[in-house]
T-cell receptor, first 113, second 111 residues
C-alpha cells in the first residue's frame, strides 16, 4: 500500500538557520504531495502542495519539489523563525473522487531564539 | 474564508460510554472524512463519506464507529462504547475538488 516516511524528530534549530525535513513516499500511482503544519494546540493546516513530478510547492518561505525519480518531497526553508515551531506532516493523496490522505508520522520542529 | 468547524474542542468520557463528535463541513463540499491522531503518532484515516454513504473505511473503523450526515450540514462520528485506546484527536475534513480542508480537531479523552 501507499506510505509516507519522514525523518525522525524533534529537530531543533536556531533562528535564521536553514531547515530541511526529509520525506519519501511509496505509491502505486501518481499522487499529489502535501505538507501540512500543526501549530501547538491547533488543527492541521495545508502548508504547500505539488500535484505532479517536478512541480515546486511554496508558501510562507517554505518550498518542496516533487521528485519522482527519488520519490521524495523534502521541505526546505532558508531562514526559520521562532513562529515556525510546529509539527510538520508530509502526505499524499490521489486526485479525483473521495481519496483519503495518507500521512507521515510528523516531524516536530523547535526554533530557538 | 470558509472553514471546517468541530465541536466540542475537548470531550472527556468514561470507558463504555457513547460519544458523538460533531463537524460542520464547508457548505458546498461533497466529500467528508474523519481522521484520528493518537498522541505522538501519525494522523490515520478512519472513514470517507460521499452521497450519504460510506465510500471507504479503514480497519480501525469497526462496528463501534458510525458516521452520519443527519441534516445536510452536520457530519457526525459516533463511538458506541468507548475504550481507553480511543483517546485521540479526531479531525474532520471536507473536500470539493481534490484538496481536503481540515477542522481544528476534537480531543477525546477516555478515562
Amino acid at each position: 500500500g501507499d506510505s509516507v516516511t519522514q525523518m525522525e524528530g524533534p529537530v531543533t534549530l536556531s533562528e535564521e538557520a536553514f531547515l530541511t525535513i526529509n520525506c519519501t513516499y511509496t505509491a502505486t500511482g501518481y499522487p499529489s504531495l502535501f505538507w501540512y503544519v500543526q501549530y501547538p494546540g491547533e488543527g492541521l493546516q495545508l502548508l504547500l502542495k505539488a500535484t505532479k513530478a517536478d512541480d515546486k510547492g511554496s508558501n510562507k518561505g517554505f518550498e518542496a519539489t516533487y521528485r519522482k525519480e527519488t520519490t521524495s518531497f523534502h521541505l526546505e526553508k532558508g531562514s526559520v523563525q521562532v513562529s515556525d515551531s510546529a509539527v510538520y506532516f508530509c502526505a499524499l493523496e490521489y486526485s479525483g473522487g473521495y481519496q483519503k490522505v495518507t500521512f507521515g508520522t510528523g516531524t516536530k520542529l523547535q526554533v530557538i531564539p | 474564508e470558509p472553514e471546517v468547524t468541530q465541536t466540542p474542542s475537548h470531550q472527556v468520557t468514561q470507558m463504555g460510554q457513547e460519544v458523538i463528535l460533531r463537524c460542520v463541513p464547508i457548505s458546498n463540499h461533497l466529500y467528508f472524512y474523519w481522521y484520528r491522531q493518537i498522541l505522538g503518532q501519525k494522523v490515520e484515516f478512519l472513514v470517507s463519506f460521499y452521497n450519504n454513504e460510506i465510500s471507504e473505511k479503514s480497519e480501525i473503523f469497526d462496528d463501534q464507529f458510525s458516521v452520519e450526515r443527519p441534516d445536510g450540514s452536520n457530519f457526525t462520528l459516533k463511538i458506541r462504547s468507548t475504550k481507553l485506546e480511543d483517546s485521540a484527536m479526531y479531525f474532520c475534513a471536507s473536500m470539493l475538488g481534490y484538496e481536503q480542508y481540515f477542522g481544528p480537531g476534537t480531543r477525546l479523552t477516555v478515562t
